[in-house]
Each structure stands twice: as C-alpha cells, then as structure tokens.
C-alpha cells in the first residue's frame, strides 16, 4: 500500500534500519554524541537561534509554545482543525484568546490579525499555522510576522510549521517560535515534536512554566546535548538518520525543489482530469480536492490500486480528499497516484481513462525540475 496521507508519512527503510539497533541509556556520552548531532541538524534545519525536541506528538508542542510564550492572552487564527486546537490550547492554560475564524479554505488577512493586535493591548502572543492541514491552506505567516513586529516588536509570533518545516524554505526572521512534528516531512514515527526559537523567546521564557513542558529547563538541558526527562532516543537516532538521507539525496534546497514541483504537477494533474484545488492559497505540502463522492474516489484507490489518501474532516468530512507531498517521494509513485484518481473516476463511470493524469504528472514534473 502507498501511504499518501499529509501525515503520517512513510518512514524511509534507512531510517527503519537505523532505528533498530539496541537501545541506548540516554544519560551517557554515547547518546550526548548523537544528541549534538541531532541538534546541530535540527538548527540548520529550522534556521533559528535555538531549538528544542520534546518526547510528544507535535499538539504537545503547540502547548508548550502557548504555555511559555504567551503570558496574558492570545490571538489566534482559526481556518481549520489545527487552528482551532491553538485556541482550545490558549483556554486551557488559563489565558485570554481572541479567536480570528476563517472559512478553512480562506487565508488570515494580514489586515484583519493587525487590527485585532492594535485594538487589543493585552495581546501578546499570535498563534497560526503555516499550513493549515485541514484544507491545505498556506497562510501568509512572513507578511503577518513582519508587519506585527512593526507595531508590537514584542509579541511572540508562534507558529505552527508542522506540515512546513522541511516543506519549503522559511523566511523565520519575525517568528519566534517555529514548531515542528516528526511524522511530517521529516518521515519519521510520530512522538517527536521540535520547537525552533528566537532570542527574544528564550528570554520571554525565562524560568519558563508548566512541568513538563517547561521550556527553561529543556532549553538549559539540550544546550549541554542531553534533556530534562528521557528523551526520545529512538526518534532522535532516526532524526539523524533523515537528516543523512536528505543530504544524500542532495540537501534541503534539492527536497524544496522537488517539493514545489510536485505540487505543481499534482495540481496540473488534477485539474487536467477536471479537479479543482480546494484552497485558495495552497500550501505546498499536499493538494486538498473538493468533491462530494470523495470518500468513494478514497475507496477505490486503497481497494484497487494501494493507494492511501486522506480524507476531510468535520463539516468537510467525505466531501474532500488530500494527497501528501512532503518528504522525499519517487516521482514514479507520485504519478501513479493520479493514474489511479483517474482510473477510480473511470471506474466510477465519471469520465473515460485516457492516461492524462499521470502524463501531465510526468509532463511538469520533469519539466520543472530542469529548471
Ligand atoms: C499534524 C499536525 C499537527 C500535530 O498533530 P499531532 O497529532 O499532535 O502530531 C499540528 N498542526 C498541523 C498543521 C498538523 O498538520
């Protein structure tokens, strides 16, 4: 079976491989070593001052951020399933929120968060998706980010970049707090979250709050390469293992560029066999189809041709289907998935199978990749 969901993502065979072996003691010089590596990569990776991993799915992440970062009350921009999460987070810490809600296929106006920041004082903290998973949204995060500092330099712009980090390369200059899940882009087992952040978030956090999540203490502990509780050993050496893996295959820069055309040459592809992307900014890392037979389209694929897609979810559920792009993906399986969307609605007696999709997959693709 073809695992094709926006997370979790297949977990390359090295990876697998790597994280067989014995387990180690996480309080030894051996795992401080593979610690320092991780790390280090993690840095380079989310192009940020600091970062901290946490044994937790990326939700756990979200927490932290809101519990460290925000001290009186919260913005938070709401477009879809994770956005929403944001603002059940900001009430149970016990904090204020003003929620900005958005139609989940409608970007946050840079207009409408500024206005809201400027007629409330006690905002301090503004908390939204990059990507919007639930519609495939792509937010203006760097407008947003850049034109807050200018009338709040400090606000803390926590941004949830789960389906973004290792998606396309992120101006992080305004945002002070870049969160990232291992089952995304970075093809891992889910249970490690990572949280880039900035100099002026580290000292908003201060001695930090909460227990377990407790920024301060984790920040003071992963500096010296080891962590306040036990770390998620295995997901780290798999962490590394990635990071070897997107090197051989020529860098982030190389996974960006195939990234980028293959979402372009998925959204040809759909739009070739009469499909038209749900959102009006999609984000890189999947494409999101309204239909309304689309549970029968997802159906078809897992039944007859190994295919595995996601679904909609709420008041979107059965009524959208959305194709992974993140990671590392073989072209040739990439096309196969819109060979066999097309070979469903055939199937379905929809339109007749005349092999476009995959050669208009194949077609941009290629074509974008000599660029
Ligand atoms: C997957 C995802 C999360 C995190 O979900 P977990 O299940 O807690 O790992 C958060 N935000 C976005 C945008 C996501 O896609």
């Known amino acids: 079976m073809l695992l094709f969901t926006p997370g979790p993502t297949p977990v390359p065979e090295a990876v697998r491989m790597a994280m067989s072996t014995p387990t180690l003691h996480h309080r ?61 987070i ?20 840079v207009e409408e968060v500024l206005d809201a920041v400027r007629e409330d004082e006690d905002i301090d903290a503004v ?51 870049l969160i990232a899940g291992s089952q995304k882009a970075l093809m891992l087992p889910p249970g490690l979250a990572m949280i880039g952040l900035s100099e002026a978030a580290v000292e908003k956090i201060g001695t930090g709050r909460g227990y377990y999540f407790n920024l301060a203490g984790e920040i003071s502990k992963q500096r010296k390469n080891t962590t306040a509780y036990t770390a998620a050993t295995t997901l780290i050496i798999g962490l590394n293992a990635i990071f070897t893996l997107i090197e051989k295959r020529g860098g982030m820069e190389r996974i960006y560029k ?19 992307c749900y959102p009006q900014t ?34 979107l559920k059965g009524k959208l289907f959305r194709i992974n792009q993140m990671g590392i993906i073989e072209p040739y399986e990439a096309a196969w998935v819109m060979d066999a969307i097309e070979s469903a609605l055939s199937d379905m007696g929809r339109r007749e199978y005349g092999g476009i999709a995959g050669r208009v997959f194949n077609r941009v693709y290629f074509e974008e990749m000599q660029r």
């Open 127 to 177: 908390c939204i998706q990059i990507a919007e998973s639930a519609g495939g949204l792509r937010h203006p995060v760097e407008e947003i980010a850049a034109e807050l500092k200018k009338i709040r330099p400090q606000i803390s712009v926590i941004a949830d970049g789960i389906t973004a980090v290792g998606v396309e390369a992120l101006d992080t200059e305004n945002i002070d707090a």
């Open 258 to 276: 195939e990234t980028a055309a293959r979402a372009r040459a998925n959204t040809a592809a759909l739009e070739a066999i009469g499909f038209e």
């Open 90 to 109: 900001v009430l149970s810490c016990g904090l204020e929120l003003r929620e900005l809600k958005y139609a989940w296929n409608t970007p946050a106006s």
């Open 282 to 315: 999609p984000a890189l890392c999947m494409s999101a189809v309204y239909d309304e037979e689309a549970d029968t389209i997802r159906d078809i694929l897992k039944k007859r041709y190994g295919v595995n897609i996601a679904g909609g979810q709420d008041h």
């Open 28 to 88: 030894t010089p051996e795992f401080e070593e593979i610690f320092a590596e991780a790390r280090k990569g993690l840095l380079k990776l989310l192009k940020m001052p600091e970062a901290v991993m946490l044994a937790s799915s990326g939700t756990g992440a979200m927490e932290a951020c809101v519990l460290n970062l925000c001290h009186k009350k919260a913005l938070t921009v709401n477009a879809g399933k994770f956005g929403e999460r944001f603002g059940k």
